[in-house]
């Protein structure tokens, strides 16, 4: 059984940096493309992020382009998303998924898509 735990979170001013991590264990990594996605109550999942197991193609919600950075590493079966210059609207639950890509193209970009989930992490930007 595939799991998934997200570390990083926290509280940070607008303009901060926050780095999360994704651990994956219990499913082949190589072949898995991994998404990031948020939520805040009450709202639906957005997909922010998610970098594919083939290619490497990446994926970049309009609301994040020039501000974060997915990459991966699979000798550490860890996904890293590098949020810089933070705003207020980015403040969510930010969850990790992955699902089984293998050589596709494309992307996985809705969240129906993946298979597993981790338990989420806070991000919280306030001044």
């Known amino acids: 059984q595939g799991q998934l735990v997200e570390s990083g979170g926290g509280s940070v001013q607008p303009g901060g940096s926050l780095r999360l991590s994704c651990a994956a264990s219990?499913?082949?990594?190589?072949?898995?493309?991994i998404g990031w996605f948020r939520q805040a109550p009450g709202k639906e999942r957005e997909g922010v992020s998610c970098?594919?197991?083939?290619?490497?193609?990446?994926y970049y919600a309009d609301s994040v382009k020039g501000r974060f950075t997915i990459s991966r590493d699979n000798a550490k079966n860890t996904v890293y998303l590098q949020m810089n210059s933070l705003k207020p609207e980015d403040t969510d639950i930010y969850y990790c998924?992955?699902?089984?890509?293998?050589?596709?193209?494309?992307?996985?970009?809705?969240?129906?898509?993946?298979?597993?989930w981790g338990q989420g992490t806070q991000v919280t930007v306030s001044s």
């Open positions: 998924a992955a699902t089984y890509w293998g050589l596709q193209l494309g992307l996985p970009v809705e969240h129906n898509e993946y298979e597993y």
């Open positions: 970098v594919s197991s083939s290619d490497g193609s990446i």
């Open positions: 219990g499913f082949s990594f190589d072949y898995y493309a």
